[in-house]
Antibody, heavy 122, light 112 residues
């Protein structure tokens, strides 16, 4: 059974960089699949942040692209998110997920982490 | 960014049938991109409910069904149960701005 677990600071100061890690168990990241990050502000729907494909290529939400970096560490079976220059608007529950990649941009997300709340405040 | 529009709330009594709509545009649902549905119980992560417009993952009851037509999609829940009370989100892909994954705003289902 695939399991994902987000980890990282729960509080980040404005203008600083948010850094989160997703640890995958029950499956080797290097074996395939794509992996993604999402966030969900309080009381709102999920927002896609970006995906990492099996070749290490990244795809980002255009609205966040200038501030986002997603990377992978196959030795630790982890992938990570960095979001720079954060503001209060970046306060949200952040989730990582496994992507079922389907030809024709028909991807969906079948396994999710439990999420971690990140608050941006001084 | 483009949006997928869902009704903020729907409700139904136990045993009834409810539907949740997801309305898009020619750059997402209408461009033949698939629609997927997620159920989110309070305080938990979204759970995949329907993929590829109408397919159920293993373990999802057949009370849940999905359909798509034109620029819209629908999720139907029959034989409503108290445990179905949750938020429901549709998801697709949008070709604008270089392409991106898109979620609807969500629908709160209340079981009366």
């Amino acid at each position: 059974q695939v399991q994902l677990q987000e980890s990282g600071p729960g509080l980040v100061k404005p203008s600083e960089t948010l850094s989160l890690t997703c640890t995958v168990s029950g499956y080797s990241i290097s074996s395939g699949y794509h992996w993604g990050w999402f966030r969900q502000p309080p009381g709102k729907g999920p927002e896609w942040i970006g995906n990492l494909d099996r070749g290490g290529n990244t795809f980002y939400n255009p609205s966040l692209k200038s501030r986002v970096t997603i990377s992978v560490d196959t030795s630790k079976n982890q992938f990570s998110l960095r979001l720079s220059s954060v503001t209060a608007a970046d306060t949200a529950v952040y989730y990582c997920a496994r992507v079922q990649s389907v030809a024709g941009f028909k991807d969906y997300f079948d396994y999710w982490g439990q999420g971690t709340l990140v608050t941006v405040s001084s | 960014q483009s949006v997928l529009t869902q009704p903020p709330s729907v409700s139904g009594a136990p045993g009834q049938r409810v539907t949740i709509s997801c309305t898009g545009s020619s750059s997402n649902i209408g461009a033949d991109y698939d629609v997927h549905w997620y159920q989110q119980l309070p305080g938990t992560a979204p759970k995949l409910l329907i993929y590829g417009n109408s397919n159920r993952p293993s373990g999802v009851p057949d009370r849940f069904s999905g359909s798509k037509s034109g620029t819209s999609a629908s999720l139907a829940i029959t034989g409503l149960q108290a445990e179905d009370e949750a938020d429901y989100y549709c998801q697709s892909y949008d070709s604008s701005l270089g392409g991106h994954v898109l979620f609807g705003g969500g629908t709160k289902l209340t079981v009366l």
